[in-house]
Nanobody, 114 residues
Framework: QVQLVESGGGLVQPGGSLRLSCAAS????????MRWYRQAPGKEREWVAS????????MYPDSVKGRFTISRDNAKNTVYLQMNSLKPEDTAVYYC???????WGQGTQVTVSS
């Protein structure tokens, strides 16, 4: 059974940084591409980053490109999202997901506000 536990969210001022973590279990993490998504109140869930199983390929939408960096540690079954230059519009609950596998974690709240 896929289990995903996100952490690292919080309240940060505009221009600040946060590093999110997602601990995964219940599947072969090192063989799974991973993604981060976010969902703001009243909006649909939005993809924000992807990383290949070995970590050599990453992708981002234009809205976060150059500010967010996804990475992974296959020895720790953990995927990370480093978020820099945060903006109020980045406020959302952030979730990780294993590509092609069902299941979501509880998410971690990120609030960007002065």
């Amino acid at each position: 059974q896929v289990q995903l536990v996100e952490s690292g969210g919080g309240l940060v001022q505009p221009g600040g940084s946060l590093r999110l973590s997602c601990a995964a279990s219940g599947f072969t993490f090192s063989r799974s591409a991973m993604r981060w998504y976010r969902q703001a109140p009243g909006k649909e869930r939005e993809w924000v980053a992807s990383i290949s199983s070995a970590g050599g390929t990453t992708m981002y939408p234009d809205s976060v490109k150059g500010r967010f960096t996804i990475s992974r540690d296959n020895a720790k079954n953990t995927v990370y999202l480093q978020m820099n230059s945060l903006k109020p519009e980045d406020t959302a609950v952030y979730y990780c997901n294993a590509l092609g596998r069902p299941g979501w974690g509880q998410g971690t709240q990120v609030t960007v506000s002065s």
